[in-house]
């Protein structure tokens, strides 16, 4: 029997192997961490740092046994293509799905922005508890949704500063009227605070300023249809934008020499 022309392949096997590239190196899995982490290191530090950045984010999440499950046997370069491929294809789906969502909180955070306050006054009373802040304003629903309840959050600016002194956050309750319907309006007398009130809003600067500014926006926390549903309440742009993100990082790493 001819054993040479095996013996030859077996050589050129060898030959090649040594001369692959520390990115073309198969890696050891399945052997546990200190098996692999031996075969690693030594690859790792002969990689360039654009082949090194790239192999770091393709395994950032993942753990030694999903790699050998997924590549066994597999080269860094191998891991890095099969991980980018795998985003790749599958990352647009997951914004794709999420674009209705999207569109639903961008319509109801429109509307949201139709409700305004005004009219607002501010005024200190004393009762047995000692000093309450209390606001009293109009609220008005200009959009074409109906609530149960609104959230807001009253901010206090004090002699022309950009900076708030005290905010407060509270929420109405609409019920006893059937709901703040469309076009409509409601007076509300508002106790900022507790049964001792908001200190912030009776300080002796606020006491003392010469002008009190004071802004009520609406905020989604608090706002709810007559189902008693939030209205708004998860925004998916910034998963959308993580998702993106990554999308741009896998075109970027998958074209690593």
């Known amino acids: 029997m001819n054993f040479r022309p095996l013996l030859a392949a077996a050589v050129l096997s060898l030959t090649l192997s040594a001369c692959a590239g520390p990115m073309d190196r198969a890696l050891v899995t399945d052997q546990g961490d200190a098996a692999y982490f031996q075969r690693l290191n030594p690859l790792f530090a002969q990689m360039t740092p654009e082949q090194q950045e790239a192999f770091n984010w393709s395994v950032s999440d993942l753990t030694i046994g999903t790699i050998h499950q997924r590549y066994p046997g597999a080269s860094a370069r191998e891991v ?17 799905a999420l674009q209705p969502s999207l569109q639903q909180f961008q319509q109801a955070r429109a509307q949201l922005a139709q409700l305004r306050s005004d009219n607002i006054q501010f005024r200190i009373e004393q009762d047995f508890h000692g000093s309450q802040p209390y606001l009293k304003a109009d609220f008005h629903n200009g959009s074409t949704l109906s609530f149960s309840t609104t959230g807001w959050v009253a901010q206090l600016y004090l002699d022309g500063a950009d900076t708030p002194v005290a905010s407060y956050e509270f929420t109405l309750n609409h019920r006893n009227r059937g709901g703040l319907l469309p076009g409509e309006d409601e007076n509300h007398d508002i106790h900022l605070g507790f049964v001792t009130g908001d200190a912030d809003w009776m300080t002796l600067e ?13 905020v989604q926390p608090g706002t709810t249809d007559l189902g008693e549903r939030p209205y708004a309440l998860h925004d998916p742009q910034p998963e959308i934008d993580r998702l993106q993100a990554v999308i741009a990082a896998a075109e970027k790493y998958r074209a690593v020499p």
């Open 206 to 218: 606020v006491r003392n300023a010469r002008q009190r500014r004071i802004q009520i926006v609406p």
């Open 80 to 96: 890095i293509a099969g991980e980018t491929a795998l985003i790749l294809q599958t990352y647009p789906e997951r914004i794709a």
